[in-house]
């Protein structure tokens, strides 16, 4: 018997994004091994966020814990929505690496929002339709291209403070920090700390780190050892079986931006020159101490250089982005008007008497 609080924690974070590598989403990774999994397929506009956020606050307000998976496009928009203690999702099946249901009757339950559209408001809209998909295909392909640049970019500009890396004392500090952090004890799930949307980069790192207990923030320039050191430790942590969450880069998700151990409640933040609200229990860690003539006038002009590159090939990116989402919007409209919201509802209750049996 699940024993439920009168109001259930509401918990946001980041399953997508758009990368140097195109979109990407850990999406399908996260629902591995649940018990059920509700696919939503359909068109912008055609009920899938409305659905997802009926669900999550209506289990909430019901005393379930509840994670809602917000989108890459638009971080106010849901993609998906996951309930621990009934160990079950309702996903955005849509998104541009399209979501299939992977055990058809036996775990996943495929919804059609097309079944909910009145196919004569629709119509004439064709011509329309084609234009606004063959636009936001446009902008992706220009989005990919801008963060392939800075990604580059970004690249160079560690790769001049790399060199002076004193690598002794960072393996020092790692060593320092896994006694401090470490226990013997591995549970892995995967989000991103970043998310590259319409409104450029968007992060929840603060929100989602408020319950940990004690959080390590480490600071210093790009290619100071701030992601070697989470990521060794991120490594010491799973070979002691610890239960951990991974938050990806946005722009490259083969990297780390943040660790949190959460059987310790325990946060390593990679912030560089992010802001993040201080709590008087953070321990603050500046590799920028761990580098070797770092104050020299010809590294940190290179370095102002180069990261002024980055930042207008992401303004680029950024704009390439606003213009997709323009083009989502139009789209939504067309397909918002065409469903009928009342048979939308009744289905979503029927799925909250499935997921609640």
């Known amino acids: 018997m699940i024993e439920l609080k009168h109001q259930g924690t509401l918990r946001y974070v980041l399953t997508s994004s758009y990368t140097h590598q195109g979109f990407h989403t850990f999406i399908p990774g996260l629902l591995q091994g649940l018990k059920r999994v509700y696919i939503l397929k359909g068109a912008p506009g055609s009920g899938k966020s ?36 009934l160990d079950t999702a309702v996903v955005n099946g ?3 690496l399209p979501i299939d249901p992977r055990y058809p009757g036996v775990r996943d339950v495929l919804i059609n929002l097309e079944e909910f559209w009145n196919e004569q408001k629709i119509d004439g809209q064709q011509a329309k339709v084609i234009e606004l998909v063959d636009q936001m295909e446009s902008c992706l392909h220009q989005v990919t291209a801008q963060l392939q640049e800075a990604v ?7 790769n001049i403070y790399t060199p002076c890396v004193d690598k002794k004392k960072l393996q020092d500090l790692i060593g320092e920090l896994a ?10 799930r995967h989000y991103f700390a970043r998310a590259f949307t319409a409104d450029g980069l968007v992060n929840y790192m603060n929100e989602v780190s408020a319950e940990c207990k004690r959080r390590y923030i480490f600071k210093g320039p790009p290619g100071s050892g ?54 008087p229990w953070d321990v603050v860690v500046d590799l920028g101490s761990f580098l070797n003539a770092y104050d020299t ?13 980055y930042e207008v090939s992401l303004w680029n990116a950024q704009q390439e982005m ?19 919201f009342a048979r939308l509802e009744a289905r979503i209750e029927e799925v909250l008497q499935e997921i609640k049996r």
Not at 62 to 84: K, R, T
Not at 179 to 188: C, K, S, T, Y
Not at 297 to 309: A, M, W
Request: aromatic share 8%; glycine share 6%.
């Open 152 to 158: 580059a970019v970004y690249e160079v500009a560690k």
């Open 226 to 279: 701030k992601g070697f050191v989470i990521e060794a430790l991120a490594q010491q942590a799973r070979n002691k079986g610890h239960h951990l969450e991974y938050y990806h880069c946005g722009l490259q998700p083969e990297k780390i931006d943040m660790l949190i151990i959460r059987d310790l409640q325990v946060a390593l933040i990679k912030a560089g020159e992010m802001d993040l609200l201080l709590r």
């Open 322 to 340: 606003e213009k997709l989402n323009d083009a989502s919007r139009r789209m939504q409209k067309i397909f918002t008007s065409a469903t009928d």
């Open 179 to 188: 006694d401090q952090i470490l226990q013997n004890g591995a549970v892995e």
């Open 297 to 309: 006038e010809e590294l940190r002009i290179r370095h102002s250089e180069e990261i002024r590159r």
């Open 94 to 96: 849509s998104l541009p």
């Open 50 to 85: 409305f659905f997802i956020r009926f669900i999550g606050e209506h289990l909430s307000e019901q005393g379930y814990d509840v994670e809602f998976w917000m989108s890459a496009l638009d971080a106010v928009s849901p993609d998906g929505v996951y309930i621990p203690q």
